[in-house]
C-alpha cells in the first residue's frame, strides 16, 4: 500500500512557521509509556507535541494457493477513521 504525502495527512500547525528552533527534547512518561517532543523557539514560545500510545486493527486478506504465502490486501481502522 501506497500512502501520499499531501496536507490531509499532515498535523499542520501554520504558528511555527520561520520559526527559530533554540531546543529540541523528547520527553518519555514511563506512567503510560506516552512520548513527548518539545520544541522551545528563541522567541520565547514552545510547541509540544504528545504522541499517545493506542490500539488499532490490521486486517489482510492473503492467499496460501500451492503453499506461497502473498498479502492481496490490507486494511486497518485508520483508513476508516482517518487517524
Known sequence: ??????????????EVTNK??????VFHDPRDNSREVEIEFADGTE???EVQVG????ARLSSTDKGAYETLNEYSDAMVHGD
Not at 500500500?1 to 501554520?14: A, C, G
Not at 527559530?20 to 527534547?25: K, P
Open 55 to 58: 490500539t488499532s486493527v490490521v
Open 20 to 25: 527559530v528552533i533554540q531546543r529540541l527534547r
Open 1 to 14: 500500500m501506497t500512502v501520499r504525502k499531501d496536507e490531509s495527512n499532515f498535523l499542520v500547525i501554520p
Open 47 to 49: 510547541l509540544s507535541i
